[in-house]
C-alpha cells in the first residue's frame, strides 16, 4: 500500500518575510525597519494587541526568536538585566530586541521583570522591548506603572485576514508555483479547515505534494482522500 508522509506539523520558523500582513502592511514596515536598525530615535516600546490568529506571536518570535520572549511560562533567569539585556547582541551588531507575550497572563513576578525590562529599554539607546496582548494596554488587567510603560510607545492593533485576503493568498502561491487547482478548492479549504492562515498553507504544501506524486491537479475529490485520510485540519 502506497502511504503518503503528511508532515503537516513541519512549520518553517516565523519571520518577517513569511508573516502574511493583509491590513498589517503598516506594522510590518515598521518591524523590518526595527529589524534593520534603520529606525532613528526607534521607541523603546512597542506593543501590539489583537485577536488569537492575528499574528502577534509569530512577529515576536520573528524579531526576537523563541527563547528570548518572556511570557507565562518563560523562566526568568532568562531575562536577567546586568546593564545589558541577556543574550542581546554586542554594540554595533543589531538592535538590542526582548520580546513580552501574553501580556494579560503574565504573574507578579513577571510583571516586575517586565516592566523592568521596559525600564532598561527607556534608559538605553538601541534597546527596543516588542510585547503584545489580547487587549490595548490600558485595558490589561495589570499592575498600573506596567499598564502605563506597554502604552509609552508605540501601539498597534493586529488585524485578521478576511477570507478574500486568506483566499488571494493560497491562490497566488499556486500561481507562483504553477500548480493546476480547481476554483471550488479554497473557498473549500478556508470554509471547512483551518481559519489560522499558517496552516492553510501547510495543508496546501501537502496537497501540492500529493497532486504532484499521483500527476494530478488539486481538486475536491483529491481533498477528500485526505480528508478520509484524517489529514485535514478542522476548523474549531
Given at each position: 500500500?502506497?502511504?503518503?508522509?503528511?508532515?503537516?506539523?513541519?512549520?518553517?520558523?516565523?519571520?518577517l518575510?513569511?508573516?502574511?500582513?493583509?491590513?498589517?502592511?503598516?506594522?510590518l514596515?515598521?518591524?523590518?525597519?526595527?529589524?534593520?536598525g534603520?529606525?532613528?530615535?526607534?521607541?523603546a516600546?512597542?506593543?501590539?494587541?489583537?485577536?488569537?490568529?492575528?499574528?502577534?506571536?509569530?512577529?515576536?518570535?520573528?524579531?526576537?526568536?523563541?527563547?528570548?520572549?518572556?511570557?507565562?511560562?518563560?523562566?526568568?533567569?532568562?531575562?536577567?538585566?546586568?546593564?545589558?539585556?541577556?543574550?542581546?547582541?554586542?554594540?554595533?551588531?543589531?538592535?538590542?530586541?526582548?520580546?513580552?507575550?501574553?501580556?494579560?497572563?503574565?504573574?507578579?513576578?513577571?510583571?516586575?521583570?517586565?516592566?523592568?525590562?521596559?525600564?532598561?529599554?527607556h534608559?538605553?539607546?538601541?534597546?527596543?522591548?516588542?510585547?503584545?496582548?489580547?487587549?490595548?494596554?490600558?485595558?490589561?488587567?495589570?499592575?498600573?506603572?506596567?499598564?502605563?510603560?506597554?502604552?509609552?510607545?508605540?501601539?498597534?492593533?493586529?488585524?485578521?485576514?478576511?477570507?478574500?485576503?486568506?483566499?488571494?493568498?493560497?491562490?497566488?502561491?499556486?500561481?507562483?508555483?504553477?500548480?493546476?487547482?480547481?476554483?471550488?478548492?479554497?473557498?473549500?479549504?478556508?470554509?471547512?479547515t483551518?481559519?489560522d492562515?499558517?496552516?492553510?498553507?501547510?495543508?496546501?504544501?501537502?496537497?501540492?505534494?500529493?497532486?504532484?506524486?499521483?500527476?494530478?491537479?488539486?481538486?475536491?475529490?483529491?481533498?477528500?482522500?485526505?480528508?478520509?485520510?484524517?489529514?485535514?485540519?478542522?476548523?474549531?
Amino acid at each position: 500500500m502506497y502511504q503518503l508522509p503528511l508532515d503537516l506539523h513541519r512549520v518553517e520558523p516565523p519571520s518577517l518575510d513569511n508573516f502574511v500582513a493583509g491590513r498589517n502592511g503598516e506594522v510590518l514596515a515598521q518591524l523590518r525597519l526595527l529589524r534593520a536598525g534603520a529606525t532613528q530615535g526607534a521607541p523603546a516600546v512597542i506593543y501590539l494587541w489583537g485577536e488569537a490568529g492575528s499574528g502577534k506571536t509569530h512577529l515576536l518570535h520573528a524579531l526576537a526568536g523563541a527563547q528570548r520572549v518572556l511570557g507565562p511560562e518563560a523562566p526568568l533567569e532568562a531575562f536577567a538585566i546586568d546593564g545589558a539585556l541577556a543574550g542581546a547582541p554586542p554594540p554595533g551588531e543589531g538592535p538590542a530586541i526582548v520580546a513580552i507575550d501574553d501580556c494579560e497572563r503574565l504573574d507578579e513576578a513577571r510583571q516586575q521583570r517586565a516592566f523592568q525590562l521596559i525600564n532598561h529599554a527607556h534608559a538605553r539607546t538601541g534597546t527596543t522591548v516588542i510585547a503584545a496582548g489580547a487587549q490595548p494596554p490600558l485595558a490589561l488587567a495589570l499592575r498600573d506603572d506596567l499598564r502605563t510603560r506597554l502604552g509609552s510607545g508605540l501601539v498597534y492593533r493586529l488585524q485578521l485576514l478576511g477570507d478574500e485576503e486568506k483566499a488571494a493568498v493560497l491562490e497566488r502561491v499556486a500561481a507562483e508555483r504553477g500548480v493546476a487547482i480547481s476554483s471550488e478548492v479554497v473557498p473549500w479549504l478556508i470554509a471547512h479547515t483551518s481559519r489560522d492562515i499558517r496552516a492553510l498553507l501547510r495543508l496546501f504544501d501537502v496537497l501540492d505534494r500529493h497532486a504532484f506524486e499521483r500527476r494530478r491537479a488539486i481538486t475536491l475529490p483529491l481533498l477528500r482522500e485526505l480528508e478520509a485520510a484524517g489529514a485535514l485540519i478542522k476548523s474549531g
